[in-house]
């Protein structure tokens, strides 16, 4: 069964520092992963998704994410954080099953922005 | 079109009373999931439903789960008798999928805060 890993329950940042949230998924085959962001009292919002192509996806709101098959992770990124971007990030990943198609989350990753 | 709307935004409601949460999906999306957020659970899939058939409920806690989907446009998730530890946060999502997978991608509404007391 699919499964995905968010090691960082929480995670603080300075304002304008760079970002790096881990997740590593277990699927076994061709998997299609999403990153979404959860702002408080808020649903979720997909940030950026990768299917096939080019490893390195670009996203929303100045955020990229790099699939890495060796390592079976796709870590999110930012090079400079602003103070909107506190919120909760989930990782997920998409499984077709008989024609069926569904996300598994991963537990979240909290971020706190200090200025 | 005006995304997933789920109603109410708020609940608050009597143990042992039966509560009722709403969702239209999003127009011309075949899938349907709800899921439920706590702190304690994080973000668990209920039950989701393919083409208005449900699919895979085994994420519903118990019996005194129940959801619909009558209709490709309406959906309703029913918990009766409700009691203290079904406070959390219910969100309702829809996508369009072809079955190979990038289907998956799902656009999620604003939640329903639901609080027993």
């Known amino acids: 069964a699919q499964s995905v890993t968010q090691p960082d329950i929480h995670i603080t940042v300075s304002e304008g520092a760079s970002l790096e949230l881990r997740c590593n998924y277990s699927y076994g085959a061709t998997p299609y992963l999403f990153w979404y962001v959860q702002s408080p009292g808020q649903g979720l919002q997909l940030l950026l998704k990768y299917f096939s192509g080019d490893t390195l996806v670009q996203g929303i709101k100045g955020f990229e994410a790099e699939f890495k098959r060796s390592q079976s992770s796709f870590n999110l990124r930012k090079p400079s954080v602003h103070w909107s971007d506190a919120a909760e990030y989930f990782c997920?990943?998409?499984?077709?099953?008989?024609?069926?198609?569904?996300?598994?989350f991963g537990t979240g990753t909290r971020l706190t922005i200090i200025p | 079109d005006a995304g997933v709307i789920q109603s109410p935004r708020h609940e608050v409601t009597e143990m042992g009373q039966e509560v009722t949460l709403r969702c239209k999906p999003i127009s011309g999306h075949n899938s349907l999931f709800w899921y439920r957020q706590t702190m304690m659970r994080g973000l668990e899939l209920l039950i989701y439903f393919n083409n208005n058939v449900p699919i895979d409920d085994s994420g519903m806690p118990e019996d005194r789960f129940s959801a619909k989907m009558p209709n490709a446009s309406f959906s309703t998730l029913k918990i009766q008798p409700s009691e203290p530890r079904d406070s959390a946060v219910y969100f309702c999502a829809s996508s369009y999928g072809v079955g190979d997978g990038t289907g998956a991608e799902a656009f999620f509404g604003q939640g329903t805060r639901l609080t027993v007391v």
């Open positions: 997920a990943v998409g499984q077709a099953n008989f024609g069926n198609e569904k996300l598994t």
